[in-house]
């Protein structure tokens, strides 16, 4: 009986000791954030970064510009003006993407940092084509149009200074992703929320 609960409380301490060590040099989080740029966008990421080092990012991000084929004279009609505009013609993307990167701390208790991140994205896009144009149009659209959509593999940089304390903190990048057809630029704001810096700092 004795060996029993000494062979548990062993493990549990061993398993104890281990989790302390990797929350020492490992941090895992969630960040939820907008972008402002050339799009309006927001996204959602999972987050690891080992060793105090070494960063690795999963995440999808969705962006919203007007298409950039509305004609010049586009008009959204008298009953879309009064939904605020809400249905115009636009582009949308949806951005699955995959980083990594190093994290550079700038101080001691390594509550601000800078983690430069680069990487790859999945992007699918939905945006308004065939635009024709409808006579005597008031109180709807002056031209009809339909949407298309297509996917690109997009390139994607984003630096960021991180400013953390042990569970909660915020984030700002500078934000690039290029793929064939698009380029989206702009300022990343996120909220940080998980284990982001070693306990005893």
Known sequence: MKSKILIIFSISLI???AKAQFAEKNWIYGTLGAFVGS????SFTADYVYNNKYSFELGWEQNLRSSRNKPDDY???LANLLLLN?????????VFQLQVGRVFNL?????????????LAFTKIEDAFNFNPVDDAFLTENYTFEYRKYNNISLVLSPRIEFATRYYG?????????NKDITYF???INHMIGVLRPKSE
């Open 15 to 17: 398993t104890h000791i």
């Open 39 to 42: 799009h309006l966008g927001a």
């Open 75 to 77: 008009s959204s009609g």
């Open 86 to 94: 809400l249905a115009q013609p636009y582009e949308k993307s949806d």
């Open 107 to 119: 101080n001691e208790t390594k509550s601000i940092r800078l983690n430069v991140m680069c990487g």
């Open 170 to 178: 915020l984030s700002l990048s500078p934000k690039f992703i290029y």
């Open 186 to 188: 702009g300022l990343s």
